[in-house]
C-alpha cells in the first residue's frame, strides 16, 4: 500500500484508541499513532487551448474517451469499462456500480449535452461495451498513439488521470461549488476535493465585506457621542 493508504487506515485505529480511552476507559490514555510521510498532492490540468490541442491530435477511439473523460471526471478504469446497461441517454444519465468505484460506493454521472454527444456518437459500435478499437472493447489507454498525440499537442508531464484533474480545475475555475464537486466526483470526503479550492476564492468573495466598514461605523459613532456630549 502506499503511505497515504496506510494513513487512512491508521486514522481509524486513531481513532478506536482515543475513544478506547476517552470514551471507554479501556486504556488509560490515548495512544499516538504517527502518519508517514506523503507526497506533495499533483494536481496537473490541461488549460482549454492545450485540451484543444490535444484533441486534435488524437485518434477518433481515443478522441470520444477523452472528450468523455473532461465532460464526466470519471476515473480511467470507469471509463473503458462502461457498458450501455450503465446509461441511460433519455434521462442525460449514467451510473457506476459500487463494485466499480475506489469508494466502493454507487457513483451517480449526470451527463451534460457534450458527454450525450460523444456517446450518441458511439451507439452500435457494440453490443455491451460503450467504447471500442476495431470492434472490441477499450481495456489500456496508456498507448503509443496517446504518448504520441500529447507529444505532438506539445504537452508535457501529463497522465490520463490528469484529465480528472482537469474536469475537477475546471469547475472550481467556473464557479461550481465544492460540495457539489464532491457530489459530482464521487469522491467520499472533502479532503480530497480541498486541493482544488485554491483554484477559485470566489466562494469566498461574496463574505469578505461582512466585516467591512465596522471600524469606520464605530468610529463615525463615537464622534457623534462626542460631538452630542460637547454640544451639552
Known amino acids: 500500500m502506499s503511505n497515504g493508504t496506510v494513513n487512512r487506515y491508521m486514522q481509524i485505529v486513531s481513532r478506536v484508541l482515543r475513544r478506547a480511552a476517552l470514551d471507554w476507559e479501556w486504556i ?26 490535444l484533441i486534435n491530435e488524437l485518434p477518433p477511439h481515443l478522441e470520444a474517451m477523452v472528450r468523455f473523460s473532461l465532460a464526466t471526471g470519471l476515473r480511467k478504469s470507469n471509463v473503458t469499462k462502461l457498458i450501455w446497461s450503465q446509461v441511460n441517454l433519455q434521462d442525460r444519465r449514467a451510473w457506476i456500480p459500487a463494485d466499480q468505484a475506489k469508494g466502493k460506493r454507487a457513483i451517480p454521472v449526470p451527463l451534460s449535452s457534450e458527454a450525450v454527444e460523444v456517446l450518441r456518437k458511439e451507439l452500435f459500435k457494440h453490443p455491451t461495451h460503450v467504447f471500442t478499437f476495431r470492434g472490441k472493447p477499450i481495456t489500456q489507454v496508456n498507448t503509443k498513439a496517446w504518448h504520441a498525440a500529447l507529444k505532438r499537442a506539445g504537452i508535457v508531464d501529463f497522465r490520463w488521470h490528469d484529465l480528472r484533474h482537469t474536469w475537477a480545475s475546471w469547475h472550481v475555475q467556473n464557479g461550481t461549488p465544492i460540495y457539489v464537486l464532491k457530489e459530482l466526483g464521487g469522491w467520499a470526503d472533502m479532503e480530497m476535493v480541498q486541493k482544488y479550492a485554491h483554484l477559485s476564492p470566489g466562494h469566498l468573495s461574496q463574505h469578505v465585506e461582512n466585516v467591512s466598514g465596522i471600524i469606520d461605523s464605530e468610529v463615525k459613532e463615537e464622534l457623534v457621542t462626542n460631538w452630542l456630549r460637547s454640544g451639552q
Open 28 to 53: 488509560d490514555k490515548p495512544v499516538k499513532v504517527r502518519s508517514l510521510p506523503e507526497p506533495k498532492i499533483r494536481i496537473r490540468f490541461l488549460t482549454s487551448e492545450e485540451a484543444a490541442r
